[in-house]
Nanobody, 120 residues
Framework: QVQLVESGGGLVQPGGSLRLSCAAS????????MGWYRRAPGKQRELVAA???????NYADSVKGRFTISRDNAKNTVYLQMNSLKPEDTAVYYC??????????????WGQGTQVTVSS
């Protein structure tokens, strides 16, 4: 069984920084893309940033220049460094991984979500 566990959320003032982490564990054969999504109150879930196994990145326009996604392939862990945070970044952030579990086909897996609140 595969699990994605996020950490690093919390309350931060506008202009502050947070670093989210997400570790994938279990019977993993290979990991393709990993990424972060978020869902703000009253809004649909949106892609924040994604990173493929070969290093290609994709960012939402609203976070370009402020957020940086990175990963440690050896640890099956993805990070999201969030700088210059704004109140509109407030949301539940979800980690996602496109991976192949041992003995199973390729599928998307999700973490349980971590709350990020930007407020003074």
């Amino acid at each position: 069984q595969v699990q994605l566990v996020e950490s690093g959320g919390g309350l931060v003032q506008p202009g502050g920084s947070l670093r989210l982490s997400c570790a994938a564990s279990g019977s993993i054969f290979s990991v393709n893309a990993m990424g972060w999504y978020r869902r703000a109150p009253g809004k649909q879930r949106e892609l924040v940033a994604a990173l493929t196994s070969v290093g290609r990145t994709n960012y939402a326009d609203s976070v370009k220049g402020r957020f940086t996604i990175s990963r440690d392939n050896a640890k099956n862990t993805v990070y999201l460094q969030m700088n210059s945070l704004k109140p509109e970044d407030t949301a539940v952030y979800y980690c996602s991984a496109d991976l192949k579990a041992t003995g199973r086909g390729r599928a998307d897996y999700w973490g349980q979500g971590t709350q990020v609140t930007v407020s003074s």
